[in-house]
C-alpha cells in the first residue's frame, strides 16, 4: 500500500490531512539553538548551480580526443628524439631525460616519457572541468604540435 492511502494528522493544525505536505516549510526555523539567532540557514542563491557537475567519470569527445593526441604527440617526439640521437644530429635539451638517457638508455626514456605524460594527462582529465585544466589541457597539446613539428624541421634540413 502506498502512504497515499493514509490519512495523516497535520502537527500544526492539529487537522486530519489526506497527504503530508502541508505547505509548511520548515528550513525557516533554525533548530539549533546558538545558530537560531543568526535566522534561516540557507543558500545565499536560490538552489544549486547549473554549471557545477562536480567530479564525474564521464567525458566528453573533445577531452578524449585532446588525451589521445597529446599522447599519440608524445610518442612522436620520443620516437623522434630518438632519430635525432641515433644520427647525431640532436641532442636532448631536457637536463632530466637526459639523465635518464644516459643512465637507462632509450627504454627507461620511453618509460619515463609515458609514465610523466600520462600522469599529467589524467590529473587534466580529472579536472577536465576547471577553467585552469581546459587552459592546460590546450597548452600541451599545442606545445606537443609545436615540438613536432620542429622535429619534422630537423629532419627536413638535416
Known sequence: MS????????????KIAVTRRSGYDRRDRVSIFPL????????????RRDTDTGYVDVYDLR??????????LCLTDA??????LMNGSA??????????IGMGGMPAFYGIKGIST????SVIMLHKEWALAKIAARICLWAYILLSLYHLHLITIA
Not at 537560531?36 to 538552489?47: A, D, I, Q, W
Not at 577531452?63 to 599519440?72: D, I, K, P
Not at 641532442?91 to 635518464?100: F, T
Request: aromatic share 8%; proline share 6%; glycine share 4%.
Open 3 to 14: 502512504m497515499e492511502n493514509y490519512l495523516y494528522l497535520d502537527p500544526l493544525t492539529e
Open 36 to 47: 537560531s539567532y543568526l535566522g534561516p540557514l540557507r543558500r545565499k542563491r536560490s538552489g
Open 63 to 72: 577531452t578524449w580526443l585532446v588525451s589521445l593526441s597529446v599522447m599519440l
Open 79 to 84: 620516437l623522434l628524439t630518438q632519430q635525432h
Open 91 to 100: 641532442r636532448e635539451l631536457n637536463p632530466i631525460m637526459d639523465a635518464v
Open 118 to 121: 600520462i600522469i599529467a594527462i
